[in-house]
Protein backbone atom coordinates (compact mmCIF):
# COMPACT_ATOMS: atom_id res chain seq x y z
CA UNK A 1 0.00 0.00 0.00
CA UNK A 2 1.69 3.40 -1.16
CA UNK A 3 2.14 5.82 1.54
CA UNK A 4 1.77 8.92 -0.38
CA UNK A 5 -0.27 12.31 -1.04
CA UNK A 6 -3.92 12.21 -0.73
CA UNK A 7 -5.52 13.95 -3.65
CA UNK A 8 -9.28 14.17 -4.39
CA UNK A 9 -10.37 14.22 -7.75
CA UNK A 10 -14.35 14.14 -6.88
CA UNK A 11 -17.78 15.46 -7.89
CA UNK A 12 -19.04 18.57 -6.44
CA UNK A 13 -22.36 19.11 -7.84
CA UNK A 14 -25.48 16.27 -8.83
CA UNK A 15 -27.88 17.90 -11.01
CA UNK A 16 -26.74 15.21 -13.45
CA UNK A 17 -29.35 12.47 -11.92
CA UNK A 18 -30.91 10.83 -8.87
CA UNK A 19 -28.37 8.62 -7.44
CA UNK A 20 -25.06 10.79 -7.93
CA UNK A 21 -23.22 10.80 -4.76
CA UNK A 22 -21.38 14.04 -3.78
CA UNK A 23 -18.29 12.56 -3.07
CA UNK A 24 -16.00 13.44 -0.19
CA UNK A 25 -13.70 16.11 1.72
CA UNK A 26 -10.65 16.30 2.81
CA UNK A 27 -8.45 18.01 5.33
CA UNK A 28 -4.98 18.72 4.41
CA UNK A 29 -2.65 19.42 7.35
CA UNK A 30 -1.26 22.58 6.12
CA UNK A 31 -2.88 25.66 4.35
CA UNK A 32 -2.47 25.93 0.45
CA UNK A 33 0.03 29.25 -1.16
CA UNK A 34 -1.44 32.05 0.40
CA UNK A 35 -3.15 35.19 -2.09
CA UNK A 36 -0.39 38.15 -2.79
CA UNK A 37 -1.18 41.51 -2.75
CA UNK A 38 -2.15 42.98 -6.00
CA UNK A 39 -4.19 45.81 -7.12
CA UNK A 40 -7.45 44.07 -8.08
CA UNK A 41 -7.45 41.99 -4.94
CA UNK A 42 -7.16 45.32 -2.77
CA UNK A 43 -10.02 46.62 -4.54
CA UNK A 44 -11.81 43.85 -3.72
CA UNK A 45 -11.03 44.14 -0.07
CA UNK A 46 -11.40 47.88 -0.05
CA UNK A 47 -15.08 47.44 -1.32
CA UNK A 48 -15.99 44.91 1.22
CA UNK A 49 -14.42 47.70 4.06
CA UNK A 50 -16.66 50.61 2.51
CA UNK A 51 -19.92 48.29 2.73
CA UNK A 52 -19.45 47.06 6.11
CA UNK A 53 -18.48 50.77 7.55
CA UNK A 54 -20.23 53.12 5.42
CA UNK A 55 -23.58 51.28 3.29
CA UNK A 56 -26.79 52.71 4.91
CA UNK A 57 -28.60 49.39 5.91
CA UNK A 58 -26.86 46.58 8.02
CA UNK A 59 -25.28 43.76 5.80
CA UNK A 60 -24.09 40.79 6.23
CA UNK A 61 -20.57 40.98 4.60
CA UNK A 62 -19.57 37.31 5.59
CA UNK A 63 -22.85 36.40 2.81
CA UNK A 64 -21.55 38.58 0.52
CA UNK A 65 -18.17 37.18 0.80
CA UNK A 66 -19.49 33.93 0.61
CA UNK A 67 -21.25 35.17 -2.96
CA UNK A 68 -18.15 36.64 -4.01
CA UNK A 69 -15.85 33.17 -3.60
CA UNK A 70 -18.44 30.89 -5.19
CA UNK A 71 -18.83 33.59 -8.07
CA UNK A 72 -15.20 33.34 -8.82
CA UNK A 73 -14.69 29.83 -8.35
CA UNK A 74 -17.76 29.40 -10.81
CA UNK A 75 -15.56 30.92 -13.70
CA UNK A 76 -12.74 28.06 -13.52
CA UNK A 77 -14.59 24.64 -13.76
CA UNK A 78 -17.19 22.73 -12.48
CA UNK A 79 -14.96 21.19 -9.45
CA UNK A 80 -13.71 24.16 -7.93
CA UNK A 81 -15.76 25.00 -4.82
CA UNK A 82 -15.96 26.73 -2.33
CA UNK A 83 -17.16 25.23 0.98
CA UNK A 84 -18.47 27.46 3.95
CA UNK A 85 -17.74 27.16 7.75
CA UNK A 86 -20.68 25.60 8.59
CA UNK A 87 -20.33 23.16 5.86
CA UNK A 88 -17.05 21.55 6.65
CA UNK A 89 -17.71 19.19 10.09
CA UNK A 90 -20.51 17.89 7.56
CA UNK A 91 -18.06 17.25 4.77
CA UNK A 92 -15.14 16.20 6.91
CA UNK A 93 -17.08 13.65 8.62
CA UNK A 94 -18.47 12.09 5.65
CA UNK A 95 -15.46 10.88 4.24
CA UNK A 96 -13.74 10.83 7.79
CA UNK A 97 -15.24 7.70 7.49
CA UNK A 98 -16.57 7.67 11.32
CA UNK A 99 -18.09 10.64 13.75
CA UNK A 100 -19.16 10.33 17.51
CA UNK A 101 -23.37 9.84 18.22
CA UNK A 102 -25.49 7.75 19.03
CA UNK A 103 -25.79 5.49 16.00
CA UNK A 104 -28.75 5.05 14.69
CA UNK A 105 -30.36 5.45 10.99
CA UNK A 106 -34.08 7.66 11.45
CA UNK A 107 -36.22 10.10 9.75
CA UNK A 108 -38.86 12.78 10.80
CA UNK A 109 -41.88 11.31 10.84
CA UNK A 110 -44.86 13.79 11.69
CA UNK A 111 -42.29 15.91 13.01
CA UNK A 112 -40.55 13.41 15.04
CA UNK A 113 -37.43 11.31 15.44
CA UNK A 114 -38.25 7.87 14.40
CA UNK A 115 -35.89 5.62 14.53
CA UNK A 116 -35.82 3.17 11.24
CA UNK A 117 -32.89 0.91 12.75
CA UNK A 118 -30.50 1.38 15.53
CA UNK A 119 -27.00 0.59 14.00
CA UNK A 120 -25.71 -2.69 14.60
CA UNK A 121 -23.77 -2.83 17.66
CA UNK A 122 -23.61 0.78 17.79
CA UNK A 123 -24.46 3.27 21.28
CA UNK A 124 -28.00 2.84 20.69
CA UNK A 125 -28.66 -1.06 20.17
CA UNK A 126 -26.35 -1.50 23.40
CA UNK A 127 -28.44 0.62 25.24
CA UNK A 128 -31.76 -1.45 23.93
CA UNK A 129 -33.39 1.33 21.57
CA UNK A 130 -35.49 -0.50 18.76
CA UNK A 131 -37.12 0.10 15.16
CA UNK A 132 -39.88 2.19 15.27
CA UNK A 133 -39.18 4.39 18.79
CA UNK A 134 -39.35 7.73 18.62
CA UNK A 135 -36.85 9.88 20.28
CA UNK A 136 -39.16 12.57 22.60
CA UNK A 137 -36.44 14.03 24.18
CA UNK A 138 -32.30 14.45 24.74
CA UNK A 139 -32.01 15.43 27.82
CA UNK A 140 -34.29 18.18 28.65
CA UNK A 141 -34.40 19.29 24.90
CA UNK A 142 -37.84 19.01 23.49
CA UNK A 143 -37.31 17.65 19.90
CA UNK A 144 -40.42 16.20 18.58
CA UNK A 145 -43.34 18.89 17.22
CA UNK A 146 -40.24 21.82 16.23
CA UNK A 147 -39.39 21.00 12.82
CA UNK A 148 -35.71 21.37 13.74
CA UNK A 149 -33.64 21.84 11.49
CA UNK A 150 -31.04 19.10 10.47
CA UNK A 151 -27.98 20.61 12.56
CA UNK A 152 -29.79 21.39 15.27
CA UNK A 153 -31.44 17.57 15.88
CA UNK A 154 -27.90 16.12 15.50
CA UNK A 155 -26.23 18.80 17.95
CA UNK A 156 -28.43 16.93 20.87
CA UNK A 157 -27.45 14.01 19.98
CA UNK A 158 -23.63 14.18 19.43
CA UNK A 159 -20.60 14.88 21.77
CA UNK A 160 -17.79 13.70 22.74
CA UNK A 161 -16.98 9.77 22.68
CA UNK A 162 -17.45 8.24 26.15
CA UNK A 163 -20.11 11.31 26.81
CA UNK A 164 -23.93 9.93 27.51
CA UNK A 165 -27.23 11.42 26.80
CA UNK A 166 -30.65 10.75 29.08
CA UNK A 167 -32.98 10.03 25.72
CA UNK A 168 -37.05 9.53 26.11
CA UNK A 169 -38.35 7.30 23.77
CA UNK A 170 -41.98 6.45 22.60
CA UNK A 171 -41.95 2.53 22.09
CA UNK A 172 -45.27 2.28 19.96
CA UNK A 173 -45.40 -1.48 19.81
CA UNK A 174 -45.40 -1.65 23.51
CA UNK A 175 -47.59 2.11 24.12
CA UNK A 176 -45.41 3.29 26.40
CA UNK A 177 -42.82 5.89 27.26
CA UNK A 178 -38.92 4.69 28.44
CA UNK A 179 -36.31 6.36 29.75
CA UNK A 180 -32.95 5.90 28.14
CA UNK A 181 -29.28 6.46 28.97
CA UNK A 182 -26.87 6.03 25.82
CA UNK A 183 -23.67 6.51 25.60
CA UNK A 184 -22.56 8.11 22.53
CA UNK A 185 -19.43 6.43 21.05
CA UNK A 186 -17.71 6.12 17.45
CA UNK A 187 -20.42 5.49 14.76
CA UNK A 188 -18.95 3.56 11.21
CA UNK A 189 -20.15 5.22 7.99
CA UNK A 190 -19.35 2.79 6.05
CA UNK A 191 -17.85 3.14 2.48
CA UNK A 192 -18.27 -0.31 1.47
CA UNK A 193 -21.65 -1.36 1.95
CA UNK A 194 -21.38 -4.79 1.52
CA UNK A 195 -18.81 -8.01 0.26
CA UNK A 196 -20.89 -11.00 -0.19
CA UNK A 197 -20.51 -14.37 -2.31
CA UNK A 198 -22.78 -14.39 -5.38
CA UNK A 199 -21.93 -18.17 -6.06
CA UNK A 200 -19.67 -20.73 -4.98
CA UNK A 201 -16.43 -18.98 -6.69
CA UNK A 202 -18.12 -15.56 -7.37
CA UNK A 203 -17.62 -12.65 -4.85
CA UNK A 204 -19.09 -9.33 -5.27
CA UNK A 205 -18.04 -6.08 -3.19
CA UNK A 206 -20.18 -2.43 -3.55
CA UNK A 207 -18.27 0.10 -2.87
CA UNK A 208 -20.17 3.76 -2.37
CA UNK A 209 -17.34 5.94 -2.41
CA UNK A 210 -13.36 6.53 -1.67
CA UNK A 211 -13.22 7.59 2.33
CA UNK A 212 -10.31 7.19 4.42
CA UNK A 213 -11.47 4.09 5.32
CA UNK A 214 -12.28 2.73 2.29
CA UNK A 215 -9.08 0.59 1.41
CA UNK A 216 -8.96 -1.01 4.55
CA UNK A 217 -12.92 -1.74 4.79
CA UNK A 218 -11.96 -3.30 0.86
CA UNK A 219 -8.94 -5.26 2.00
CA UNK A 220 -11.24 -7.08 5.09
CA UNK A 221 -13.98 -7.93 2.58
CA UNK A 222 -11.72 -9.22 0.19
CA UNK A 223 -9.55 -11.66 1.86
CA UNK A 224 -12.98 -12.72 3.79
CA UNK A 225 -14.10 -13.90 -0.21
CA UNK A 226 -11.06 -15.28 -0.44
CA UNK A 227 -11.62 -17.41 2.53
CA UNK A 228 -14.85 -18.44 0.92
CA UNK A 229 -13.53 -19.91 -2.17
CA UNK A 230 -13.75 -16.43 -4.34
CA UNK A 231 -11.85 -16.93 -7.48
CA UNK A 232 -13.32 -13.93 -9.36
CA UNK A 233 -14.63 -10.56 -8.59
CA UNK A 234 -16.83 -7.82 -9.30
CA UNK A 235 -16.70 -4.99 -8.06
CA UNK A 236 -19.23 -2.28 -8.11
CA UNK A 237 -18.58 1.35 -8.37
CA UNK A 238 -22.19 2.05 -9.76
CA UNK A 239 -23.60 5.35 -8.52
CA UNK A 240 -19.91 6.11 -6.74
CA UNK A 241 -19.43 9.50 -7.12
CA UNK A 242 -15.79 9.42 -6.07
CA UNK A 243 -13.43 10.50 -3.31
CA UNK A 244 -9.89 10.01 -2.20
CA UNK A 245 -7.82 9.60 -5.29
CA UNK A 246 -5.43 7.42 -3.02
CA UNK A 247 -8.22 5.00 -1.90
CA UNK A 248 -8.54 4.05 -5.80
CA UNK A 249 -5.09 3.58 -6.33
CA UNK A 250 -4.42 0.94 -3.26
CA UNK A 251 -7.71 -1.10 -4.60
CA UNK A 252 -6.42 -1.19 -7.83
CA UNK A 253 -3.20 -2.60 -6.43
CA UNK A 254 -4.35 -5.21 -5.42
CA UNK A 255 -5.60 -6.59 -8.79
CA UNK A 256 -2.64 -5.22 -10.53
CA UNK A 257 1.32 -6.71 -10.98
CA UNK A 258 4.15 -4.75 -10.01
CA UNK A 259 5.03 -1.76 -11.63
CA UNK A 260 1.94 -2.11 -13.73
CA UNK A 261 0.65 2.01 -13.90
CA UNK A 262 -2.28 3.09 -12.23
CA UNK A 263 -2.64 6.83 -12.79
CA UNK A 264 -1.00 9.93 -13.52
CA UNK A 265 -1.76 13.43 -12.84
CA UNK A 266 0.09 16.39 -14.57
CA UNK A 267 -0.20 19.91 -12.77
CA UNK A 268 0.18 23.47 -14.02
CA UNK A 269 3.70 23.35 -14.41
CA UNK A 270 3.92 20.39 -16.40
CA UNK A 271 5.12 18.55 -13.64
CA UNK A 272 3.94 14.72 -13.67
CA UNK A 273 3.12 11.95 -10.58
CA UNK A 274 2.64 8.68 -11.47
CA UNK A 275 1.49 6.14 -9.34
CA UNK A 276 2.39 2.09 -9.91
CA UNK A 277 1.23 -0.76 -8.89
CA UNK A 278 3.33 -2.83 -6.16
CA UNK A 279 3.99 -6.81 -5.19
CA UNK A 280 1.68 -6.18 -2.63
CA UNK A 281 -1.30 -7.28 -4.05
CA UNK A 282 -4.63 -10.05 -2.73
CA UNK A 283 -5.90 -10.45 -6.47
CA UNK A 284 -3.95 -10.83 -9.04
CA UNK A 285 -4.70 -13.86 -11.09
CA UNK A 286 -8.71 -14.10 -10.68
CA UNK A 287 -11.07 -12.40 -12.61
CA UNK A 288 -12.38 -9.47 -12.51
CA UNK A 289 -15.52 -7.82 -12.99
CA UNK A 290 -16.46 -3.90 -12.90
CA UNK A 291 -19.83 -2.60 -13.04
CA UNK A 292 -20.31 1.10 -13.97
CA UNK A 293 -23.17 3.22 -15.14
CA UNK A 294 -23.38 7.10 -15.81
CA UNK A 295 -23.21 8.37 -12.38
CA UNK A 296 -19.83 6.31 -11.71
CA UNK A 297 -17.00 9.51 -11.30
CA UNK A 298 -13.97 10.59 -10.62
CA UNK A 299 -11.72 8.02 -8.24
CA UNK A 300 -14.14 5.56 -9.35
CA UNK A 301 -13.18 6.39 -12.76
CA UNK A 302 -9.60 6.08 -11.98
CA UNK A 303 -10.05 2.68 -11.01
CA UNK A 304 -11.90 1.39 -14.05
CA UNK A 305 -9.80 3.11 -16.10
CA UNK A 306 -6.50 0.92 -14.21
CA UNK A 307 -8.24 -1.94 -14.59
CA UNK A 308 -9.67 -1.36 -18.57
CA UNK A 309 -6.18 0.40 -20.02
CA UNK A 310 -4.04 -2.80 -18.26
CA UNK A 311 -6.41 -5.41 -19.50
CA UNK A 312 -6.84 -6.62 -15.77
CA UNK A 313 -10.89 -7.01 -16.34
CA UNK A 314 -14.04 -6.42 -17.89
CA UNK A 315 -15.98 -3.07 -17.77
CA UNK A 316 -19.87 -4.08 -17.71
CA UNK A 317 -22.51 -1.22 -17.64
CA UNK A 318 -23.03 2.23 -19.20
CA UNK A 319 -20.47 4.98 -19.78
CA UNK A 320 -19.07 6.66 -16.53
CA UNK A 321 -19.72 10.36 -15.58
CA UNK A 322 -16.67 11.98 -17.21
CA UNK A 323 -14.42 13.62 -14.56
CA UNK A 324 -10.86 13.67 -14.94
CA UNK A 325 -9.62 16.78 -12.47
CA UNK A 326 -8.07 16.63 -9.69
CA UNK A 327 -8.95 18.56 -6.71
CA UNK A 328 -6.79 19.91 -3.39
CA UNK A 329 -8.76 21.35 -0.45
CA UNK A 330 -6.86 24.29 1.22
CA UNK A 331 -7.97 26.13 4.70
CA UNK A 332 -9.16 29.83 4.48
CA UNK A 333 -8.22 30.52 7.85
CA UNK A 334 -11.87 31.37 8.85
CA UNK A 335 -12.94 27.30 9.32
CA UNK A 336 -14.28 27.90 5.75
CA UNK A 337 -11.62 25.92 2.99
CA UNK A 338 -11.61 26.32 -1.01
CA UNK A 339 -11.45 22.64 -2.87
CA UNK A 340 -8.87 23.88 -5.92
CA UNK A 341 -8.57 22.09 -9.28
CA UNK A 342 -4.83 21.29 -8.94
CA UNK A 343 -3.91 18.73 -11.87
CA UNK A 344 -5.84 16.66 -14.54
CA UNK A 345 -5.99 12.95 -14.21
CA UNK A 346 -4.88 10.35 -17.42
CA UNK A 347 -5.40 6.50 -17.28
CA UNK A 348 -2.55 4.38 -17.92
CA UNK A 349 -3.06 4.35 -21.67
CA UNK A 350 -2.82 8.23 -21.50
CA UNK A 351 -5.99 9.28 -21.91
CA UNK A 352 -7.74 11.79 -19.89
CA UNK A 353 -11.81 11.01 -19.44
CA UNK A 354 -12.19 14.87 -18.26
CA UNK A 355 -15.97 15.58 -20.63
CA UNK A 356 -16.18 19.20 -21.80
CA UNK A 357 -17.11 22.17 -19.56
CA UNK A 358 -16.53 25.26 -21.74
CA UNK A 359 -20.69 25.52 -21.97
CA UNK A 360 -21.27 26.58 -18.38
CA UNK A 361 -22.13 24.34 -14.99
CA UNK A 362 -25.61 23.87 -15.66
CA UNK A 363 -25.57 22.06 -19.19
CA UNK A 364 -21.87 20.09 -17.53
CA UNK A 365 -24.17 18.30 -14.94
CA UNK A 366 -27.27 17.94 -16.81
CA UNK A 367 -25.42 15.09 -19.44
CA UNK A 368 -27.70 12.65 -17.92
CA UNK A 369 -30.56 14.33 -19.91
CA UNK A 370 -28.47 14.55 -23.25
CA UNK A 371 -27.69 10.37 -23.23
CA UNK A 372 -31.42 9.97 -22.64
CA UNK A 373 -32.51 11.53 -25.61
CA UNK A 374 -29.64 10.50 -27.71
CA UNK A 375 -30.53 7.03 -26.34
CA UNK A 376 -27.19 5.98 -24.95
CA UNK A 377 -28.81 4.56 -21.59
CA UNK A 378 -30.53 2.02 -24.18
CA UNK A 379 -27.92 1.08 -27.28
CA UNK A 380 -24.52 0.76 -27.13
CA UNK A 381 -24.44 2.02 -30.76
CA UNK A 382 -25.56 5.51 -29.37
CA UNK A 383 -21.98 6.31 -27.75
CA UNK A 384 -20.49 9.21 -29.47
CA UNK A 385 -16.91 9.25 -29.57
CA UNK A 386 -14.07 11.16 -31.23
CA UNK A 387 -12.30 8.73 -33.40
CA UNK A 388 -9.18 11.45 -32.48
CA UNK A 389 -8.83 10.37 -28.93
CA UNK A 390 -7.82 6.79 -29.77
CA UNK A 391 -6.17 5.18 -27.23
CA UNK A 392 -4.34 1.66 -26.81
CA UNK A 393 -4.26 -0.90 -23.74
CA UNK A 394 -1.61 -2.38 -22.47
CA UNK A 395 -2.47 -5.60 -24.91
CA UNK A 396 -3.28 -3.40 -28.00
CA UNK A 397 -7.37 -2.56 -27.49
CA UNK A 398 -8.71 0.60 -28.87
CA UNK A 399 -9.66 2.98 -25.82
CA UNK A 400 -11.59 6.19 -25.89
CA UNK A 401 -11.09 9.37 -23.78
CA UNK A 402 -12.76 12.74 -23.98
CA UNK A 403 -15.88 12.03 -21.88
CA UNK A 404 -15.73 9.16 -19.37
CA UNK A 405 -14.98 5.08 -19.39
CA UNK A 406 -16.57 3.23 -22.54
CA UNK A 407 -17.57 -0.03 -21.18
CA UNK A 408 -16.84 -3.20 -22.82
CA UNK A 409 -19.66 -4.90 -22.17
CA UNK A 410 -22.79 -2.91 -22.02
CA UNK A 411 -25.58 -3.48 -20.29
CA UNK A 412 -28.80 -0.57 -20.60
CA UNK A 413 -30.68 1.15 -18.26
CA UNK A 414 -33.12 -1.18 -16.53
CA UNK A 415 -36.70 -0.90 -18.11
CA UNK A 416 -37.70 0.60 -21.33
CA UNK A 417 -37.88 4.33 -22.65
CA UNK A 418 -40.16 6.28 -19.99
CA UNK A 419 -39.59 3.77 -17.31
CA UNK A 420 -36.12 4.71 -15.85
CA UNK A 421 -36.96 6.45 -13.49
CA UNK A 422 -38.39 3.80 -11.78
CA UNK A 423 -35.11 2.11 -11.09
CA UNK A 424 -34.05 5.50 -9.11
CA UNK A 425 -36.95 5.62 -7.26
CA UNK A 426 -36.31 2.36 -5.97
CA UNK A 427 -33.11 3.14 -4.85
CA UNK A 428 -34.56 6.55 -2.83
CA UNK A 429 -35.82 7.35 0.44
CA UNK A 430 -38.70 7.14 -0.18
CA UNK A 431 -38.79 3.33 -0.49
CA UNK A 432 -36.75 2.97 3.17
CA UNK A 433 -39.62 5.37 4.24
CA UNK A 434 -42.49 3.89 3.12
CA UNK A 435 -41.52 0.38 4.44
CA UNK A 436 -41.05 2.00 7.67
CA UNK A 437 -44.27 3.39 7.60
CA UNK A 438 -45.71 0.00 6.77
CA UNK A 439 -43.69 -1.67 9.81
CA UNK A 440 -44.76 1.43 12.23
CA UNK A 441 -48.51 0.06 11.41
CA UNK A 442 -48.05 -3.58 12.68
CA UNK A 443 -44.39 -4.20 13.49
CA UNK A 444 -45.76 -7.00 15.75
CA UNK A 445 -46.43 -8.99 12.29
CA UNK A 446 -42.98 -9.06 11.48
CA UNK A 447 -41.84 -9.40 14.88
CA UNK A 448 -41.00 -13.21 15.00
CA UNK A 449 -40.74 -14.25 11.06
CA UNK A 450 -37.87 -15.98 9.72
CA UNK A 451 -36.32 -14.71 6.47
CA UNK A 452 -38.57 -17.01 4.11
CA UNK A 453 -41.56 -16.63 6.00
CA UNK A 454 -41.14 -12.85 5.31
CA UNK A 455 -40.74 -13.51 1.87
CA UNK A 456 -43.79 -15.46 1.96
CA UNK A 457 -46.24 -12.82 3.90
CA UNK A 458 -45.31 -10.37 1.02
CA UNK A 459 -45.00 -12.38 -2.21
CA UNK A 460 -48.47 -13.42 -1.18
CA UNK A 461 -50.50 -10.47 -1.63
CA UNK A 462 -50.51 -7.57 -3.75
CA UNK A 463 -51.21 -5.16 -0.65
CA UNK A 464 -47.70 -3.45 -0.04
CA UNK A 465 -47.39 -2.94 -4.05
CA UNK A 466 -50.93 -1.28 -4.12
CA UNK A 467 -49.83 0.53 -1.09
CA UNK A 468 -46.80 2.31 -2.18
CA UNK A 469 -48.53 3.00 -5.75
CA UNK A 470 -50.93 5.16 -3.49
CA UNK A 471 -47.86 6.50 -0.81
CA UNK A 472 -46.06 7.54 -4.02
CA UNK A 473 -49.44 9.39 -5.66
CA UNK A 474 -49.88 11.08 -2.08
CA UNK A 475 -46.25 12.59 -2.66
CA UNK A 476 -47.67 14.55 -5.90
CA UNK A 477 -45.06 11.91 -7.68
CA UNK A 478 -46.63 10.39 -11.48
CA UNK A 479 -44.91 6.76 -12.25
CA UNK A 480 -46.64 3.91 -14.51
CA UNK A 481 -45.50 1.21 -11.40
CA UNK A 482 -47.37 -1.49 -13.24
CA UNK A 483 -45.15 -1.87 -15.89
CA UNK A 484 -42.37 -2.71 -13.52
CA UNK A 485 -44.56 -4.49 -10.99
CA UNK A 486 -42.07 -7.49 -10.77
CA UNK A 487 -38.82 -4.89 -10.05
CA UNK A 488 -41.13 -2.74 -7.73
CA UNK A 489 -41.79 -5.84 -5.39
CA UNK A 490 -38.54 -7.22 -5.49
CA UNK A 491 -37.33 -3.97 -3.98
CA UNK A 492 -40.37 -3.79 -1.27
CA UNK A 493 -39.11 -7.21 -0.16
CA UNK A 494 -35.39 -6.04 -0.27
CA UNK A 495 -36.05 -2.85 2.09
CA UNK A 496 -38.74 -4.95 4.46
CA UNK A 497 -35.69 -7.54 4.68
CA UNK A 498 -33.03 -4.81 5.03
CA UNK A 499 -35.11 -3.27 7.91
CA UNK A 500 -35.91 -6.17 9.31
CA UNK A 501 -32.79 -8.20 8.88
CA UNK A 502 -29.85 -6.85 7.80
CA UNK A 503 -27.77 -5.29 4.42
CA UNK A 504 -27.01 -8.76 3.04
CA UNK A 505 -30.73 -9.86 2.81
CA UNK A 506 -31.25 -6.52 1.33
CA UNK A 507 -28.60 -6.65 -1.30
CA UNK A 508 -29.28 -10.58 -1.87
CA UNK A 509 -32.84 -9.55 -3.17
CA UNK A 510 -31.37 -6.87 -5.03
CA UNK A 511 -28.96 -8.63 -6.61
CA UNK A 512 -30.35 -11.46 -7.72
CA UNK A 513 -32.19 -9.85 -10.90
CA UNK A 514 -29.74 -6.66 -11.21
CA UNK A 515 -29.15 -6.52 -15.00
CA UNK A 516 -25.51 -6.19 -14.95
CA UNK A 517 -24.59 -8.49 -12.08
CA UNK A 518 -26.37 -11.41 -14.22
CA UNK A 519 -24.99 -10.26 -17.79
CA UNK A 520 -21.92 -11.32 -15.31
CA UNK A 521 -23.06 -14.80 -13.72
CA UNK A 522 -24.57 -15.55 -17.25
CA UNK A 523 -21.64 -15.23 -20.14
CA UNK A 524 -18.49 -15.32 -17.57
CA UNK A 525 -16.28 -13.66 -20.20
CA UNK A 526 -12.66 -14.03 -19.34
CA UNK A 527 -11.60 -11.69 -21.25
CA UNK A 528 -12.98 -8.44 -24.23
CA UNK A 529 -12.40 -10.19 -27.64
CA UNK A 530 -9.85 -8.59 -29.56
Known sequence: MRIKKLYLPIILATALAVGVLI?????????????????????????????????????????????????????????????????????????KGDFVGIGVNFYMYNDTVAIIKPIENGPSEKAGLKAGDRILYAGKTKLFGRKLPTDSLFSNLKGEEGSKVQLMIYRKSENKKIKVEVTRG???????????????????????????????EFHNGLLGLKKQGATELIVDVRDNGGGYMEMAADIADEFLKNDELIVKTKNKKGNIDKTFATESGNFENGKVYVLINENTASASEILAGAIQDNDRGVIVGRRSFGKGLVQKEMPLGD??????????????????????????????????????????????????????????????????GGGGIIPDVFVPIEGGHGDEAVGMLMQSGLMSYFV????????????????????????????????????????????????QKATVKRFIAAEFSRQLFDENKYFEMVLKEDPMVKKVLDQKQTHVKH
Open 436 to 483: FEQLDNDRNAFENLSFPQMLEKLNATDVYFNNFKSYIAKSGLVFNLDT
Open 186 to 216: LVPIKSVDIAIMLDKKTGYIKINRFAETTFK
Open 23 to 95: GGYLNFSGPGKGFTSTSNRSKLNKLMELIENEYVDDVNTDSIVDLTVNGILEKLDPHSVYIAKSEMEQVSQSM
Open 335 to 400: GSAVRLTVARYYTPSGRSIQKPYNHGTDEYFSDFEKRFVSGELFAADSIKVADSLKFKTKKGRIVY
